[in-house]
Structure formats: C-alpha cells, structure tokens
C-alpha cells in the first residue's frame, strides 16, 4: 500500500473516531427582545412566521421558557458560560464577567469535541479587559444594529439581520465532510434602534423585503393597557425606564400602531431569513442531521401595563420563546408542545450533551435533549429562579423564585418591595398578594427558597455605590421632553453633538460644522432628500431657527411627518414651513409633504374644514426676506393650530379641522430640494416640547366666513380659474 494512502486513511479513520459520525450538527438561532406572543407557533393569529412555525411544528414547543436575567448582555453571557449573572460577574461589578467564568466558553469545549465552531452577529457580552471573543471561535464576526442597514459593496443596503443569516451559509458551504459544526446566528432584531425615535422605520427598521407587511392590519390596543394596571404599580416602577421608554413608542394609538407594524416586519424578516437558511442547509445536504434551535434573549413589554422594554419580574418580560427541531427523534416525538420548566441557562448543557462531551460541573442549567428525544423527566425542576440587577442606578433589581402556581419577587434596593402573584388565578399577575393576611405562609416559603438559591449563586448583592435614577415622571407634561431634556430656557439645541448622533438622512447632502447644519445640491436631485431628527416626535411645541439659504434655494421645516420608506429611506411627508429664497409668496407659507399639499400660502389666515378644503379667511401682509442673509423662522403648533414666523413676521395662521387628513404628532425634518443647485444652512435650531394635553381648537367655535375663498391649489389651473366662495357653495 502507497505509505501516504496509508496515512491518509489512518488520519481520516481517526478523524471519524475524533468527530463521530453521528454527532449532530447545531445552529441556534437568537432573537432580541422577543415575547412568546409574536409567533404564529404560539398562538399570534396575525404574524407571518411560516419558518419558525414550521420547526414547531416538526420540533418541540417550550410553553414555559424563560430568563434568568431579562437584559441583552446577562442572557447572553448566562449561555456563552453556563451561569447566572450572579455567578458570573465580578464582586463589586456584577455586570462584568470574571475572567476565570469566562475562560472557556461553551464553544470552546464543543471544539474540544471535533466541532467547527461558527459565531455570526450581535456580541454584546460584557467581558473583562483584553478579551477576546474572535478567540473562541473558529470563525467569528460581530455584527450589530446602529445602523441595521449595512451598505454593502456595491453600494447598496442590507439589513443586519439578512447579512447575519448570508454569513451562516457561506459558512455551511464551507463546512468540511466528516466534521459536525455549531454555529450561531444571534440576531439584533427585533431589538428597537433605541437612538432613532421616529416611529416604524426609525425605531424597528425592517428588512426591505417585508415592505408593505401588515399594511392593512389594524393593530388593537395592547391587552394590558388599561391605565389602571399601571397607577396599581409601586412609585418606583412608574418612574423607571420601563416607563420612560414607553413615551419612545407605545403613548398614541398613532405611534403604537406604526411601531406595532415595523416590528411585526422585523420578526417575519426573521423568518423569513430563516427558511432562505434551511433552504440551504438542504442543499447542502446538512439538514437531516442539523438540529435547530430557535429562542430570544429576553421577553419584552409592547405598552403593556404602560410599559416598555424588559428588565421586570412580569411574565411577558421574562418568557420566551423556545423552539428545537431535531430530525433524528423519532415520530412519537416531533410536533410535540411541553410544559416543562425551560431556562437560557439549560442551552450550554444542552449542547454539549447533543455532542457528547461532559458537561461541566460548574454549569447551571440542566440539558433539555431528554424532554425533545423522551420526555420529561421525572425529576424535572419544579420552579426556576430570576433576577435582574444590570443597569442597577436606573432599573430597579430584583430577585425571586417562580413555580407552578405562584412567582414571589422582591426589589431589594427598593425596601425589599415584595410581589407574590398566584400564576393559576391570575396568569396576568395584576393581583400582588404580597400583603394578604392569608398568603402569609406562602410568600415566607417562597421568601426562603429565594434566600437559599441566592446563597447557592453567589449570595446577596453589595448595596450600589450610586444613587437610583428616576427616568420620567409617570405623566410627563410633553412626552417628547421624557429624554431630551431641555435647558434653562425650556428649550433644546438641535445641533448639539455630531450630525449621526441626532440625525438621519442622506449624508451626501448634509454636514453639520461649528453649529451650523448645512445641505448642499448641486442640481442633480431627482428628489427631495431630507434630514430626520431621531431625538423624539413633536406634537406641541415652540421652534425656532436661523436660517441663511442661496439665491433661488428652497427647502422646508417638516414637523409632524411621517417617514415613508417605501419612497426612500430618508424621505418625510407632512406638515412644513416652507424656505423659498425670491418667492414671497411661498417664504413661510404652510405646505403639506405628500399629503394635502398647499394649505396656506404666505400671508392667508386659513381655516382647513372638516373635509379637508382650506379656506383663506383673513389676508396679512407679505414682506421680503432676502436670500444669503441670516433670518429667524419660528414655528408654533399648539393642538391644530399652526402658527409660523420669520423674523417676527407673521407668515402663515392655519386651523386644521380635517380629522382624517392632519397629524397631531410625528417627525421633525429639513429638507433640500429639486431643483437648481442651493446651499440651506440652519443655526441656533431650539425646540421647546409644549404639553401634550393642550386642547383642540373646536370648528363650532370657529365658524368660516360666507366672504371666505378656496386656497389657489399647486399646479397648472384653467386660464379662468377662480376661487371657490365659501358661502356660495
């Protein structure tokens, strides 16, 4: 026999015996901030998730899965490590990992095993100094949101969450015959992009394929919204970021609903990442040995309970979804829903023991591959053990024990503020019986069980070297003030920072330099581009701004838009105040983007009726204001009353009565438009957020005059055109 044939068959006999040939392969698939209620598997009748319904289908369903810590970086180190936060973390920092915990993470013994270890998208793990995470993989790339469009090199944009799943199979391509492989595909969907406040495109940006997704579904209001449910909330709950967050996305039907609908988008966007990957997986000819787990690394509040985020002891922040599909169990098995206690802290173990490698004693978790392959087992556990204690100065830690029947948490830098919920009577949890004479038995054995779990993890917590934050008031006079706090003067600068930290659009046309935000064209637009204020939306409020434009320029002041992505990333419809050097007529005058178009031209009192015609009903003097010089425009909204100003200058007094066609909240934004070329530049740009509450103006009390005429609408009219009277109508 040839000596290097002999060797090669040797190496390739020892490689099957190093590997085995019958070691599965695994992909987990993780999702962001991701409650059990937005999968079809689980009984959401809207959503489209075919793919991941369909592992459910074929796989085991976890009803009862859950975190041990509900926040991004906790639920993913608790994997990576096999510990709980509390078991990881440094002493005194218990958000940073211990370089001893985190010396070998669970793919570095899968790669012990003979497995090719993939690692592909958000990281966000805490880690000591020097760490590095590349070095425990055999391929590893961190991939995360801001911005979850990725321009790719030809220019163009793919979202993260596609580019995730392309470099999973590229990855399984690649894969060596004879060798299993692990691969993670961990997702920063549908985790909203928390610095972009607009709401749809802005907070939940989505995979351009699901463009025009649940356009047509009417999104009711969250089942716990009743304001009731939160004035029941201890002070410090109604004041924390749960709270505060709420403000960003779920306070107006309006937001609610367009937030509602982008986020809807980023898990069918998942899904649908998914089946492109098991499509592969097949081709590849990997599939009938590739088990498939898909979960989240937190539950999550959408306005429920009047709030937002994770963070809390409520079951929807800290249930999640828990899907295996393994190919190789038998009949009896596949299709089958559990009710069995899941935790994150289950998935190291759980892995390993698919690879056959011994699971360390320091793990946690318990593997699950005897509830997917048998069943469950008789010693299953009974009740799982929570906590959450990261961002300690802003959301409140906690720490308690749940079960069949009952969850008992307690808020240990809040008095040791105590809930017991019986989960059998009340599965919403909005009866606390902490304080219930008859109860009293339970929450002093649930009380114990906490206090010993807690010793067996670590023990209790050093008091925090910084004081509590409250985020929001519960009922903030403008909601838009909640984060972007204003100064001494009730305002905020707009152009405080860099221009990719509070705006978003096309940076071609725009820069921001020494407090001067500035948009250049050099006549090439083939449409308007514009420049969106992620801070927050405006609803109430006092603009004003200095702004210098070319001769012939024209642009605009947006304020309460909307973006409409599907014309353009960048691209805003709504209410302006027009820019227009030369023409007076326009300089000031109330335009609506898309929408109604002309609704005050410069110098018109008007009043928009209730069927959405504006009528001019008093005329006001029209002055010129020069181009290249530096003038003061101002805009007051308060309700449906507009008001706008340059230089002191009353240009435009607008009415809106038309319910269907105004918007009371949305997106501020400038813009530079088509046209010849032109040079906007804006300076001192300060808002000041007005209360939310103010009254409607009311069109009984502001009846339209008989003398009142038609508005001249935009485009080429009828050489005899004339204006409509309103009480010849």
């Known amino acids: 026999m040839n000596r290097a044939i002999f060797y090669l068959s040797l190496t390739l006999t020892f490689s099957a015996c190093l590997w085995g040939a019958d070691k599965p392969n695994i992909v987990f698939f993780f999702a962001d901030d991701q409650t059990t209620d937005t999968l079809g598997c689980y009984g959401n009748d809207i959503i489209q998730t075919p793919n991941i319904d369909s592992l459910a289908e074929q796989g085991t369903l976890f009803r009862n899965a859950f975190v041990s810590q509900s926040i991004c970086w906790v639920s993913r180190t608790t994997i990576l490590t096999g510990l709980t936060g509390r078991s990881?973390?440094?002493?005194?920092?218990?958000?940073?990992?211990?370089?001893?915990?985190?010396?070998?993470?669970?793919?570095?013994?899968?790669?012990?095993?003979?497995?090719?270890?993939?690692?592909?998208?958000?990281?966000?793990?805490?880690?000591?100094?020097?760490?590095?995470?590349?070095?425990?993989?055999?391929?590893?790339?961190?991939?995360?949101?801001?911005?979850?469009?990725?321009?790719?090199?030809?220019?163009?944009?793919?979202?993260?969450?596609?580019?995730?799943?392309?470099?999973?199979?590229?990855?399984?391509?690649?894969?060596?015959?004879?060798?299993?492989?692990?691969?993670?595909?961990?997702?920063?969907?549908?985790?909203?992009?928390?610095?972009?406040?607009?709401?749809?495109?802005?907070?939940?940006?989505?995979?351009?394929?699901?463009?025009?997704?649940?356009?047509?579904?009417?999104?009711?209001?969250?089942?716990?919204?009743?304001?009731?449910?939160?004035?029941?909330?201890?002070?410090?709950?109604?004041?924390?970021?749960?709270?505060?967050?709420?403000?960003?996305?779920?306070?107006?039907?309006?937001?609610?609903?367009?937030?509602?609908?982008?986020?809807?988008?980023?898990?069918?966007?998942?899904?649908?990442?998914?089946?492109?990957?098991?499509?592969a997986l097949e081709e590849a000819g990997l599939a009938d040995n590739t088990i498939i787990v898909y979960s989240a690394d937190n539950g999550y509040h959408m306005g429920n309970r009047g709030f937002a985020g994770k963070w809390l002891h409520y079951e929807e922040s800290l249930r999640v979804p828990l899907i295996i599909f393994d190919p190789r169990v038998s009949q009896k098995e596949k299709g089958q829903v559990t009710d069995s206690l899941a935790l994150n802290l289950d998935f190291p173990s759980t892995f390993l023991d698919w690879a056959g490698a011994e699971i360390p004693d320091r793990y946690q978790g318990r593997s699950l591959e005897p509830i997917v392959s048998k069943g469950t087992p008789k010693d299953w556990r009974k009740e799982t053990f929570h906590e959450h204690f990261a961002v300690r100065h802003r959301s409140p830690a906690f720490e308690g024990i749940r079960n069949e029947q009952f969850k008992y948490a307690r808020y240990f830098d809040h008095g040791n503020y105590e809930f017991l919920h019986d989960l059998k009577s009340d599965p919403d949890e909005l009866v606390n019986l902490a304080s219930h004479p008859e109860y009293a038995d339970i929450l002093k054995t649930m009380r114990q069980r906490t206090d010993r779990r807690v010793e067996e993890l670590g023990g209790p917590l050093v008091a925090p070297a910084s004081k509590f934050t409250h985020s929001t008031p519960p009922y903030p006079y403008a909601s838009a003030a909640v984060t972007n706090k204003p100064g001494g003067d009730g305002y905020q600068n707009l152009l405080e920072g860099s221009i990719g930290r509070n705006w978003t659009g096309n940076l071609e046309y725009w820069s921001l330099d020494n407090g001067i935000l500035k948009g250049t064209t050099n006549g090439s637009l083939k449409a308007n581009s514009f420049l969106s204020w992620k801070g927050s939306t405006v609803r109430n409020f006092d603009l004003k701004v200095k702004v210098r434009v070319s001769k012939g320029g024209n642009s605009g002041i947006q304020y309460r838009g909307q973006s409409r992505p599907y014309l353009g990333l960048d691209v805003v419809s709504g209410y302006q105040c027009d820019v227009v050097a030369n023409i007076s007529k326009y300089n000031g005058m109330l335009y609506e983007e898309k929408g109604r178009r002309i609704l005050s031209h410069t110098g018109e009192k008007v009043i928009v009726d209730e069927d959405g015609r504006p009528w001019v009903t008093e005329m006001m003097p029209v002055m010129e204001f020069p181009p290249r010089e530096w003038h003061e425009y101002r805009v007051r909204v308060i309700g449906n009353h507009h008001q706008h100003w340059i230089n002191g200058h009353k240009t435009a007094d607008l009415l809106d009565f038309d319910v269907a066609g105004r918007s009371l909240d949305g997106v501020l934004a400038v813009q530079v438009h088509v046209g010849p070329a032109m040079t906007i530049e804006y300076k001192d740009f300060k808002i000041k957020h007005l209360p939310d509450n103010l009254p409607l103006k009311s069109a009984k009390n502001h009846p339209i005059p008989a003398t009142a005429h038609g508005v001249r609408p935009q485009g080429k009219l009828p050489p005899d055109w004339k204006a409509p009277i309103y009480g010849e109508l």
């Open 88 to 279: 990881y973390g440094e002493p005194g920092n218990p958000d940073l990992a211990r370089a001893s915990a985190v010396e070998t993470l669970v793919s570095d013994i899968l790669r012990e095993e003979g497995y090719r270890t993939g690692y592909f998208g958000k990281w966000h793990a805490k880690m000591p100094k020097g760490y590095k995470p590349e070095d425990h993989f055999d391929e590893m790339e961190i991939i995360f949101r801001n911005p979850f469009y990725k321009k790719m090199p030809d220019g163009s944009l793919r979202h993260e969450t596609e580019v995730i799943v392309d470099r999973g199979i590229d990855f399984i391509k690649r894969q060596p015959k004879d060798q299993p492989f692990a691969l993670n595909l961990w997702f920063s969907a549908a985790h909203a992009e928390d610095s972009d406040r607009r709401p749809g495109i802005g907070q939940f940006p989505w995979p351009r394929a699901m463009d025009g997704t649940y356009d047509d579904v009417e999104f009711k209001a969250p089942r716990l919204s009743d304001p009731a449910i939160f004035e029941a909330q201890p002070d410090f709950l109604k004041t924390t970021i749960n709270r505060e967050r709420y403000f960003w996305r779920w306070n107006t039907p309006e937001k609610y609903e367009l937030n509602m609908r982008a986020y809807y988008r980023m898990i069918s966007g998942i899904d649908g990442a998914i089946g492109r990957f098991m499509e």
